[in-house]
């Protein structure tokens, strides 16, 4: 583990980079250099493929690649976490960005800006508002989404719409105008992609006892399927160059990618139009960006839980052109890290630097390899995409939330389906229908009526305002309805704190139980609500330590309601002077079971 560093723990806790920098050591260099050279043959094609997912230039996905290492390194605390596009940030950059690199660049800086202050705000609290099952609706919604949009490059169609509904059907009805050159490079690389995939799953590891040459076979196995996507990639290239080389393409490439980067500056704040200049109001307002700025940063935030030093990080990768980045996705307490991220810490990555070799790499490709990149076919990265997105569609979480809670399906499938719409919609949709099914719990909090010669009632939950009117109706619907009326002992146990409606409420049922000679009386009361209570000064308020010390003082001395707390009753046991059983059970009873209320025992 790295040594503590310098002694002053304010600079350590604002430098993450103090902790481990000074205790770096040789054999930490070499295994950073070959996680980061590793996480970098993955990093630079899928970020050619999802620059394609996100509708923007493919060099812009190389843009957004290696300015979040370089940051990370100095800011980050997590060793294993990459910075990088993902295929959700770059669903989204689509929706928001309208293709056009200057928007996708605003939107990467102003959601860099926002993260940045809810970071500072200590807001990260709202993403607990984004329940599980929306998350997953959103990101099998995702996967489809993705996967499909990537099928007219697999097929080799051209003018496919990026409507996800209008691509399905124009994609079923022109599917006589496939490539046939692109549909069998695309399904080949595919196949390839998933075997190595299930190969890489089933590779059992070497350990250090077993030969030389099995380990070194081993480490061979492992990275070429660890880095299978270049591999398929450079395999499709070099077929592409030899149709080129022999004077026929049958394939689809991705073409020309300028070479170097970008001038570092500032996103651009307005923007050039034919007769007129786009102010930056303008450009925020137009069409659906200003949503954009606020589910962006919720989603990259989501992404980035893992690493909650790293706040804003997406902002400086903007002033060089990038797109938004984030990896680790997940929701606090449930972090599941995607390919880079899985990639360096199976890799044995020791600290974060290791994100410095995979940004080197992604600036080495950007200054000498974008001309081989010409030859690249749009089918092979399509199959890129699609490997990497259909793992995300989890089949599973159905069946689960079915044996689970059902109730969870409700959001679930209101996300899911809505973010084949629109993805801003479905996600607003789920988080306000979670919303609302956390409301409905809270205002119908479980309520247990014991009745006896007095009504215990004991509410299992905490009792908030939108509540009192549920235990209202629920008091009076057996208190006053029983013969003779009974009066009432609140079991407030698990009542922790109360608001001034409820008080108000309690107020108006003790009068109303007052009317018909019924008395209410607390017991169990913990002490923050007893103060609240005391405070209020209701007329008659009566409170005692337990159900009993209540039930005497209302007048019922060995108080004990049948349900809840039952009776014993003797079954077979003692005979009267005749020699009868003093108390027969019904034959399919048992004793020690309830009956009516009653325990039966011997």
């Known amino acids: 583990m790295p040594a503590a560093g310098p002694r002053c723990p304010g600079v350590r806790r604002r430098l993450p980079v103090?902790?481990?920098?000074?205790?770096?050591?040789?054999?930490?260099?070499?295994?950073?250099?070959?996680?980061?050279?590793?996480?970098?043959?993955?990093?630079?094609?899928?970020?050619?493929?999802?620059?394609?997912?996100?509708?923007?230039?493919?060099?812009?996905?190389?843009?957004?690649?290696?300015?979040?290492?370089?940051?990370?390194?100095?800011?980050?605390?997590?060793?294993?976490?990459?910075?990088?596009?993902?295929?959700?940030?770059?669903?989204?950059?689509?929706?928001?960005?309208?293709?056009?690199?200057?928007?996708?660049?605003?939107?990467?800086?102003?959601s860099g800006c926002i993260q940045l202050a809810m970071g500072l705000l200590h807001l990260g609290f709202l993403l607990d508002f984004i329940s599980c099952p929306v998350i997953k609706g959103f990101t099998s919604a995702a996967s489809i989404t993705i996967?499909?949009?990537?099928?007219?490059?697999?097929?080799?169609?051209?003018?496919?719409?990026?409507?996800?509904?209008?691509?399905?059907?124009?994609?079923?009805?022109?599917?006589?105008?496939?490539?046939?050159?692109?549909?069998v490079l695309g399904l080949a690389c595919l196949a390839v992609l998933a075997g190595l995939r299930a190969m890489k799953n089933s590779l059992p590891r070497a350990s250090r006892g077993e030969p030389l040459a099995a380990r070194v076979s081993y480490l061979i196995v492992w990275t070429s399927a660890t880095a299978r996507n270049a591999l398929?990639?450079?395999?499709?290239?070099?077929?592409?160059?030899?149709?080129?080389?022999?004077?026929?393409?049958?394939?689809?490439l991705t073409g020309s990618i300028p070479r170097g980067l970008p001038a570092f500056r500032l996103p651009r704040f307005s923007m050039d139009?034919?007769?007129?200049?786009?102010?930056?109001?303008?450009?925020?307002?137009?069409?659906?960006?200003?949503?954009?700025?606020?589910?962006?940063?919720?989603?990259?935030?989501?992404?980035?839980?893992?690493?909650?030093?790293?706040?804003?990080?997406?902002?400086?990768?903007?002033?060089?052109?990038?797109?938004?980045?984030?990896?680790?996705?997940?929701?606090?307490?449930?972090?599941?890290?995607?390919?880079?991220?899985?990639?360096?810490?199976?890799s044995g990555v020791c600290t974060p630097a290791g994100g410095l070799v995979t940004g080197a790499l992604v600036l080495l490709s950007l200054a000498y390899l974008t001309s081989l990149f010409y030859?690249?076919?749009?089918?092979?990265?399509?199959?890129?995409?699609?490997?990497?997105?259909?793992?995300?569609?989890?089949?599973?979480?159905?069946?689960?939330?079915?044996?689970?809670?059902?109730?969870?399906?409700?959001p679930l499938c209101v996300t899911f389906l809505l973010c084949f719409w629109e993805v801003q919609y479905g996600i607003v949709a789920g988080v306000l229908v979670s919303g609302i099914l956390l409301l409905y719990s809270i205002a119908r909090p479980p309520i247990k009526v014991s009745e006896g010669d007095v009504l215990l009632v004991q509410l299992g939950s905490n009792l908030h305002f939108p509540a009192m009117e549920c235990l209202r109706d629920a008091i009076?619907?057996?208190?006053?309805?029983?013969?003779?009326?009974?009066?009432?002992?609140?079991?407030?146990?698990?009542?922790?704190?109360?608001?001034?409606?409820?008080?108000?409420?309690?107020?108006?049922?003790?009068?109303?139980?007052?009317?018909?000679?019924?008395?209410?009386?607390?017991?169990?009361?913990?002490?923050?609500?007893?103060?609240?209570?005391?405070?209020?000064?209701?007329?008659?308020?009566?409170?005692?330590?337990?159900?009993?010390?209540?039930?005497?003082?209302l007048g019922f001395p060995g108080f004990s309601p049948r349900v809840g707390v039952p009776r014993l009753l003797w079954c077979g046991a003692l005979e009267d002077e005749d020699g009868g059983p003093t108390f027969i059970r019904p034959p399919q009873l048992q004793c020690g079971e309830l009956w009516g209320g009653w325990l039966l025992g011997r």
């Open 18 to 110: 103090l902790r481990w920098l000074p205790s770096y050591s040789l054999a930490w260099l070499q295994l950073d250099l070959m996680a980061g050279l590793t996480v970098g043959l993955t990093v630079v094609p899928q970020a050619l493929a999802y620059a394609e997912v996100a509708g923007l230039p493919l060099q812009y996905g190389l843009y957004s690649s290696f300015m979040g290492c370089f940051v990370y390194c100095f800011l980050g605390t997590a060793k294993d976490v990459t910075l990088g596009p993902t295929a959700i940030m770059s669903l989204l950059v689509s929706s928001y960005a309208f293709h056009e690199p200057v928007y996708a660049v605003l939107l990467t800086f102003l």
């Open 147 to 183: 996967s499909f949009n990537q099928v007219k490059n697999l097929l080799g169609l051209q003018g496919i719409p990026r409507q996800f509904f209008l691509q399905v059907y124009e994609t079923l009805r022109r599917i006589g105008e496939t490539r046939v050159g692109d549909a």
């Open 232 to 252: 398929v990639v450079l395999f499709a290239g070099l077929v592409a160059y030899s149709f080129q080389v022999m004077g026929s393409q049958p394939l689809t």
């Open 273 to 346: 139009a034919p007769n007129s200049t786009i102010s930056f109001r303008n450009m925020v307002e137009v069409g659906d960006m200003g949503v954009g700025l606020a589910v962006v940063p919720l989603m990259g935030l989501l992404e980035t839980v893992a690493i909650a030093k790293a706040f804003g990080t997406a902002a400086p990768g903007s002033c060089a052109g990038g797109g938004v980045s984030a990896e680790g996705l997940g929701v606090p307490g449930r972090v599941l890290f995607p390919w880079g991220t899985a990639v360096n810490a199976q």
């Open 375 to 410: 030859y690249i076919p749009k089918a092979a990265l399509a199959a890129v995409i699609i490997s990497a997105v259909v793992p995300m569609f989890d089949a599973g979480i159905f069946r689960t939330l079915w044996r689970v809670k059902r109730l969870d399906l409700v």
């Open 476 to 553: 009076c619907s057996h208190a006053l309805a029983a013969f003779p009326p009974r009066s009432v002992i609140l079991d407030c146990c698990h009542i922790s704190s109360i608001d001034y409606t409820v008080v108000v409420g309690l107020a108006e049922l003790q009068q109303e139980l007052g009317k018909h000679g019924l008395s209410l009386a607390f017991c169990s009361l913990q002490d923050p609500v007893l103060q609240v209570l005391l405070a209020a000064d209701l007329e008659g308020f009566q409170h005692f330590p337990s159900r009993e010390e209540a039930g005497e003082a």
